[in-house]
């Protein structure tokens, strides 16, 4: 399925049960501002994730419980304050209290972060994670639910478009529901 089919179909289910347009996704992002993203990260971005960005540039939104849609210039911003707090030391080093690799479920290099995950979304800490580096049986551009206390813990889907479409799948087959207390899309009593 192609990832605008997909976002269509995101849009539609919390259109019809949210609030009507408060799923806002922003334009997309020109292919030079990709480029230059790419260049800053020192690393290409897999073909689905480029194309989801030409579609759409964040968003006004959350995904899940896993945050906001970040704009390229917000991931940008997230990974170079991750990467500058690793490199003074204060950040996923291997000193961290609180830091296990045994929380790991799946594929996933047993490091807590670098500089070759990106966050997708933002939830005070808490990511969607897009993996460029996973292990030889992991798959490039996999990507991860990472916890801002234990780290990445398991694999959610082997692309962003597979996350995309199973998402849709999701939220259509009734796997989701909308808790207006919370303003949030969750997992049914997820909040009660």
């Known amino acids: 399925m192609s990832i605008a089919k997909s976002w269509k179909r995101i849009i539609a289910w919390h259109d019809s049960n ?19 993203f790419e260049k800053a990260i020192g690393e290409s971005l897999p073909k689905d994730f480029r194309e989801s960005l030409l579609l759409h540039n964040g968003g006004d939104c959350w995904i899940l419980w896993y945050g906001e849609l970040l704009t390229l210039n917000s991931i940008l911003d997230q990974w170079n304050m991750y990467r500058e707090m690793q490199s003074r030391g204060e950040y996923a080093v291997l000193s961290d209290d609180g830091w296990s690799a045994n929380s790991i479920d799946g594929p996933i290099k047993p490091v ?8 997708v979304t933002d939830n005070s800490g808490d990511h969607l994670i897009l993996d460029l580096d996973p292990p030889d049986d992991g798959q490039r551009g996999q990507i991860i639910d990472h916890s801002h206390e234990v780290g990445p813990q398991t694999i959610l889907a082997s692309s962003w478009g597979d996350f995309l479409q199973k998402l849709a799948d ?3 087959a009734g796997e989701y529901v909308y808790v207006e207390e919370e303003e949030m899309v969750a997992l049914p009593g997820m909040y009660d």
């Open 112 to 119: 807590f972060w670098n500089p070759k995950r990106i966050c």
């Open 18 to 36: 949210t609030v009507p347009g408060k799923f806002k996704l922003h334009e997309g992002a020109s292919p030079s501002e990709i480029d230059t």
């Open 170 to 172: 999701d939220l259509e």
